[in-house]
């Protein structure tokens, strides 16, 4: 064979291979995922917990995969606005959702919501989450819940709670304790965490239902008193907190929490891949520390854990809401 033809097969069978690759690449696009930025949309204004918790999350995927995960607060609508356009975007892990609690609760409070929890998207996993907390100003004679629930008792609409919002996580967990205890207790709703914790501190509502984050220092320093949290288990943050269930009151069991999710038929080669690398995050030291500093606990549900938490818990809040009158706006 002479050398002009040698030159000739093996320019052929280069074309040939790269032919096959290219066609292997353009039949499975997601071989290359990401290849481009990628967009985390979060649903709440900048410096909460959950736009925090999502910031902590897209600066590790972003060294992680190579390509930029960038943050996109879209507020407004007590979060519906964010879901409804993240729902509404193409399938193809380019968009993603770092949701929330709303996403559970929202259905049961509005009659018309821009998305739709259980078509318009797939979840991929828990990324973190934070028990609620009852917590009462020390001038409150209880120690625990069963004599704050004594005291309640013996004093019918005399005290007051507060919440950051109707509608919102501690507001359905207060109502949850309300329904549960039979108590009397005067809800006093505010414009957000903030002046709630405040007016508790002040003692101008007495009691508040919160998460942990905000109340943590508080603690700390004796401002607050925790009588116990909505978890399974203790909170690291709180070992000495009891939860609901150890100081005798049951089906309390809530918290709240960030979660990722993308629209619904992005292929699951993609939600695999978000599902394992977001697990192989949140096993590092340094984002347990970051989480930890917040009052969370780390994630990492499979696609279908975190699927099964999310309708068990719009079935909870939804009978939690009718049962409590809560109307529909």
Same mark, same amino acid.
């Given at each position: 064979m002479s050398g002009s033809m040698l030159k000739i097969l093996i320019c052929s069978a280069a074309l040939i291979f790269a032919g096959a690759a290219q066609a292997q690449t353009a039949s499975s696009p997601t071989a290359s995922y990401p290849n481009r930025p990628v967009k985390v949309i979060v649903p709440f204004a900048p410096g909460g917990v959950t736009d925090v918790v999502a910031r902590l999350w897209a600066q590790k995927? %972003?060294?992680?995969? !190579?390509?930029?995960?960038?943050?996109?607060?879209?507020? !407004?609508?007590?979060?519906?606005?964010?879901?409804?356009?993240?729902? +509404?975007?193409?399938?193809?892990? @380019?968009? &993603?959702?770092?949701?929330?609690?709303?996403?559970?609760?929202? =259905?049961?409070? @509005?009659?018309?919501?821009?998305?739709?929890? #259980?078509?318009?998207?797939?979840?991929?996993?828990?990324?973190?989450?934070?028990?609620?907390?009852?917590?009462?100003?020390p001038s409150v004679p209880a120690k625990t819940v069963q004599?704050?629930?004594?005291?309640?008792?013996?004093?019918?609409?005399? @005290? %007051? @709670?507060?919440? %950051? !919002?109707?509608?919102?996580?501690?507001?359905?967990?207060?109502?949850?304790?309300?329904?549960?205890?039979?108590v009397d207790l005067v809800t006093v709703p505010f414009g957000g965490g903030g002046p709630a914790v405040q007016s508790t501190v002040g003692g101008h509502t =007495?009691?508040?239902?919160?998460?942990?984050?905000?109340? +943590?220092?508080? $603690?700390?320093?004796?401002?607050? +008193?925790?009588? #116990?949290?909505?978890?399974t288990k203790r909170s690291s943050v709180? =070992?000495? $907190? =009891?939860?609901?269930?150890?100081?005798?009151?049951?089906?309390?069991?809530?918290?709240?929490?960030?979660?990722?999710? $993308?629209?619904? !038929?992005?292929?699951?080669? &993609? &939600?695999?891949k978000l599902h394992a690398e977001t697990v192989k995050i949140l096993t590092t030291p340094d984002m347990k520390e970051q989480l930890d500093k917040l009052g969370f606990a780390p994630g990492g549900m499979t696609p279908a854990e975190f699927d099964a938490r999310l309708k068990d818990e719009i079935a909870s809040w939804n009978k939690v809401a009718q049962e409590a009158g809560i109307a529909k706006q």
């Open positions: 995927m %972003s060294q992680a995969l !190579g390509q930029n995960f960038f943050v996109e607060n879209q507020a !407004g609508a007590a979060s519906n606005l964010g879901m409804g356009n993240a729902a +509404r975007q193409a399938p193809d892990g @380019y968009t &993603i959702l770092v949701g929330a609690s709303s996403f559970t609760i929202n =259905p049961s409070l @509005y009659n018309k919501i821009p998305y739709d929890p #259980a078509k318009d998207f797939s979840p991929v996993t828990l990324l973190a989450s934070t028990p609620n907390v009852v917590v009462v100003h004599e704050l629930v004594a005291l309640l008792h013996a004093n019918p609409g005399k @005290y %007051s @709670y507060a919440m %950051s !919002g109707v509608g919102t996580p501690n507001h359905l967990q207060a109502e949850m304790f309300k329904l549960t205890t039979k =007495p009691i508040a239902f919160t998460s942990l984050t905000p109340v +943590r220092t508080l $603690v700390a320093e004796g401002k607050l +008193r925790a009588l #116990a949290v909505t978890g709180w =070992p000495d $907190v =009891p939860t609901f269930a150890e100081a005798g009151i049951t089906g309390q069991e809530a918290d709240t929490f960030a979660g990722v999710l $993308v629209p619904a !038929g992005t292929p699951k080669e &993609i &939600i695999d």
